[in-house]
């Protein structure tokens, strides 16, 4: 943590020294990508932020997390394609001597090819994806060594909702864990790990009602949206616009082919100002607000205590002894972002809206719902020495740092735990989504 937060200083201090315009030599580039950040670029590390306190030890592990890095989807790799063609008037902008872009940076542009399976592969999970699910299998089996020493059958539940790549992802945290086990035959639970993927409420009235992304569309109307497109017009030096889409489909795929683990930055990041993908990050943050998040609290509030309840059930098996070592779901960012607002956590006094952009917002996809966001609750049993009474409590952490703003710090008392969790035991959804949506996706 300390050493994070130094070297995000030094950035901030080298950037301001040197006032380089390139992106090929920028040290320490914006690697925040909103909701397509990948996981390696925010997080922390179960191995060193798990808090042990003297007398206790883990009993059980509850984690909840997104999918890995995926390749865009159709429509957007479709965008994609269409913007790969400007790379000649990018490149010969640059010849003529109407760009301000640096000599290396066209360079990288011209020299640079998208992975075509990126396109071709809609949705699927990335190579990236693979790797940031089985390294975080790896951490948190380093981290509980004692626990998770020869997992048995009865002691594990991996657990991902509909689809290819939350099934992927569960195999690949799976064998990151190390250890003689495979995913289980599909016992899906949506109401557990994915219940608004089958709500039907939630399906028509949010998820695909087009205002939920209005502030959005009032965002693309102002100045700070506008005036990022005319710099990095004026920037390429191009003879014509470009359209909201096609600001998009650059910013998509700067994001989708920077690769974090390997710390491989993609050249087409160089169109873009830091202040530029601060903008965009900014449209990612108020799509999830609206769908996902404070936004629309009646539903996520709901909708979200569902594996939070669960949360609480498993442990309380676990305390007595009949529990799970590791429990572990596997989802998307929706059901993350819900799990905040029911925890009332990152919360803005003033809503988020498209007529301001708060630079000074909690509300952060960059951080919160990246691919493989986590929340890792750990349940611990202690005890003091020459009294037989044991005693609980539960560290929280998401993206493997504690989560500071629950209760000390991060760790609840049991007390402090049930008090937070007891009220969901009996949320029900049934009657509240009215139909179930059987078109999952
Ligand atoms: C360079 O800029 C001029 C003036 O705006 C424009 O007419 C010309 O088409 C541009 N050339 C290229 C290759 O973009
Ligand atoms: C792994 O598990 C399978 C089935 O549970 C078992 O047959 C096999 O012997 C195990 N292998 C090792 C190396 O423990
Ligand atoms: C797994 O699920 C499939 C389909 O539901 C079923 O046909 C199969 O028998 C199951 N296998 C096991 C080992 O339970
Ligand atoms: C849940 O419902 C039961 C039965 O209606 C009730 O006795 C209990 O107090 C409720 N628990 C909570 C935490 O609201």
């Not at 099934?167 to 219940?195: C, H, M, R």
Request: net charge neutral; with cysteine; charged share 25%.
């Amino acid at each position: 943590m300390k050493f994070l937060t130094l070297t995000v200083l030094v950035c901030f201090y080298v950037k301001n020294v040197l006032t380089s315009e390139c992106y090929w030599n920028t040290e320490c580039k914006y690697n925040f990508f909103g909701s397509k950040t990948p996981y390696e670029n925010v997080r922390g590390d179960i191995r060193d932020s798990v808090v042990r306190t003297e007398g206790c030890e883990a009993i059980s592990i509850w984690v909840i997390m997104r999918h890995g890095k995926r390749n865009p989807g159709q429509i957007f790799a479709r965008y994609i394609q269409h913007i790969l063609k400007y790379k000649d008037f990018i490149v010969s902008s640059y010849e003529v001597g109407n760009s301000s872009m640096c000599a290396q940076d066209i360079e990288n542009i011209k020299n640079w090819n998208v992975d075509l399976t990126m396109l071709s592969k809609p949705n699927e999970m990335a190579e990236e994806g693979y790797q940031e699910l089985l390294r975080i299998g790896n951490r948190i089996n380093e981290a509980f060594p004692e626990l998770l020493k020869e997992l048995q059958k009865k002691d594990h539940l991996f657990l991902p909702g509909f689809g290819q790549r939350l099934k992927e992802s569960a195999k690949a945290f799976i064998k990151g864990l190390n250890q003689n086990l495979t995913l289980e035959n599909d016992t899906y639970d949506y109401q557990i790990v994915a219940p608004y993927s089958t709500c039907g409420k939630y399906q028509v009235k949010v998820r695909r009602n087009p205002d939920v992304y209005q502030e959005e569309e009032v965002y693309k109307n102002t100045a700070d949206y506008i005036n990022m497109k005319e710099r990095i017009i004026r920037k390429l030096g191009l003879s014509f616009t470009f359209s909201n889409q096609d600001i998009t489909a650059i910013y998509d795929l700067c994001r989708y082919t920077s690769d974090g683990i390997s710390n491989k930055p993609c050249p087409w990041c160089a169109v873009f100002s830091t202040e530029d993908l601060q903008v965009l990050e900014y449209i990612d943050d108020l799509r999830h607000y609206y769908r996902n998040g404070y936004g629309v609290s009646q539903y996520s509030q709901r909708l979200g205590q569902m594996p939070l309840a669960d949360l609480l059930r498993k442990f309380e098996q676990a305390k007595n002894r009949k529990g799970k070592k590791i429990v572990s779901y596997f989802t998307h960012a929706t059901m993350m972002d819900m799990i905040l607002v029911v925890l009332n956590l990152y919360k803005d006094t003033n809503p988020l809206t498209g007529a301001h952009r708060d630079i000074n917002r909690k509300w952060r996809t960059s951080f919160l719902s990246t691919f493989t966001s986590n929340m890792i609750a750990v349940l611990n049993r202690c005890s003091k020495p020459g009294q037989d009474e044991y005693f609980y409590n539960v560290a929280f952490y998401w993206n493997e740092k504690p989560l500071l703003d629950l209760c000390n710090r991060g760790v609840c008392s049991w007390q402090e735990f049930e008090d937070i969790f007891k009220p969901f035991l009996n949320t029900t959804i049934t009657e509240f989504c009215e139909f179930k949506w059987k078109n999952i996706d």
